[in-house]
């Protein structure tokens, strides 16, 4: 039998799930720890169910070090968050040799913040050899949140009914990494009835029929599951490795807009275009690669998807700054792309009327403004039918 390598290769689409967990953790930890640091004590707990040995073949952090080196190098960490505690960094790896190469990368990474006087003692971590089924974060008692990391090498591994489990604890997020081209194309073979109601949490996916529809329908599903436990807002961002090949996501879930506003951050730090996805670029022919001064600036974030959805929720009637601020939390979109990427667009292109009370400036929440969009013309009527 061949034995499974330690390290393994990092693909394009894994730089961008670690990417994307960097810009979820920092916008997470600052949250709960500026709130927790106001009540003067609490307990963060990070738990990464499949934690991998902590690099990759080419020396490229794996998940554990990055968040581990993110919070350390936080500068709010020694400055004002004293008072909160971050137990069980707990980092759970099945594998023997792969848990003990991961052991000593953090040892190794702990002394070099101490040494740059980055470390703190509030800060405490640990590798558990062992199966995530069996070495989930305990329930605890007190004020504390709870980001739980799931990125498995197999839909198999994680099951459903455990996860639902763990984020039932207060303040509990989630990031968990869904293999879907594999699910979808063992969903039809036999034997996998067990694995994938175990993954799903329920035979539904058995109801699910086969065809070009299917990976949509399977990550609806997914995401209804998570929505059934308790996590009310949940949003996927697609991971697409290259040209034909297989298909990931990236799904989080948050059971308060706080933590949903973190896992927007993430999304939107890695496709500052849509918050939706990344694909791998596609090599240039030999002889037709740009220089970087070469590359065009990227483009702003799309948000008329977001004035589309303002239009659909608020018609012709008026509605205020504070309306647009609440419907866009709930939406994909951040909260920086409301005012001056969406509405000051459409107020100067003649979509939005707005009502300003003597000394109110822009869009200021609170002062009394209220807009109303404009009825739309025939050719954009026409357009849009």
């Known amino acids: 039998m061949a034995t499974e390598p330690v390290t393994w290769e990092r693909e394009d689409h894994t730089k961008a799930k670690h990417d994307l967990l960097r810009a979820f953790f920092n916008k997470w930890v600052s949250i709960h720890s500026e ?31 990055i968040l581990l080196r993110a919070l350390c190098e936080h500068p709010r ?10 137990e069980l960094l707990h980092f759970v790896e099945k594998h023997p040799s792969r848990a003990a190469m991961l052991e000593g990368k953090l040892e190794g990474l702990e002394v070099e913040l101490r040494e740059r006087q980055e470390w703190s003692d509030g800060v405490q971590w640990s590798v558990t050899c062992g199966r995530y089924e069996e070495n989930g974060p305990r329930a605890v008692s007190g004020t504390s949140a709870l980001f739980l990391f799931l990125d498995p ?25 869904l293999p879907l081209s594999f699910v979808n194309r063992f969903a039809g073979r ?8 175990r993954f799903f949490g329920s ?8 065809g070009p529809g299917r990976p949509d329908a399977l990550l609806t599903l997914f995401q209804e599951q998570l929505r059934s436990a308790g996590l009310d807002w949940v949003l996927p961002f697609r991971l697409k490795a290259e040209e034909g090949g297989n298909v990931y996501w990236i799904v989080g879930g948050s059971g308060h807009l706080a933590g ?21 670029p596609r090599p240039a022919p030999a002889g037709q690669e740009a220089f970087a001064f070469e590359e065009p600036p990227p483009p702003g974030p799309n948000t008329e998807p977001l004035l589309e959805g303002l239009r659909e929720k608020f018609g012709r009637r008026d509605f205020t700054v504070d ?7 709930r939406s994909r979109f951040l909260d920086t792309h409301l005012k001056d990427r969406t509405l000051a667009p459409a107020e100067q292109a003649g979509h939005l009327e707005v009502n300003r009370p003597t000394g109110a400036r822009r869009f200021k929440e609170g002062k009394g403004i209220t807009m ?8 954009e009527t026409n357009i849009r039918s």
Do not use: C
Not at 190 to 197: I, S, Y
């Open 35 to 65: 709130h927790f640091a106001k009540r003067r004590g609490g307990l963060v707990r990070i738990y990464d169910g499949f934690a991998g040995p902590g690099v990759y073949s080419g020396g490229e952090p794996g998940s554990p070090l």
């Open 77 to 86: 960490l020694r400055e004002r968050w004293q008072a909160v505690r971050y």
């Open 153 to 177: 090498f197999g839909y198999s591994h994680a099951p459903m009914s455990l996860t639902q489990d763990l984020i039932q604890q207060p303040k509990s997020d989630t990031l968990i990494f």
């Open 190 to 197: 036999e034997g996998q009835e067990k694995a994938l109601d």
């Open 203 to 210: 035979p539904a996916w058995r109801q699910v029929p086969d």
């Open 260 to 280: 949903f506003a973190s896992i927007k951050e993430g999304f939107w730090a890695v496709d500052p275009v849509n918050g939706q996805g990344f694909a791998a």
């Open 323 to 329: 309306e647009a601020i609440e419907f866009t939390k």
């Open 372 to 379: 109303r969009f404009t009825p739309l013309s025939e050719e």
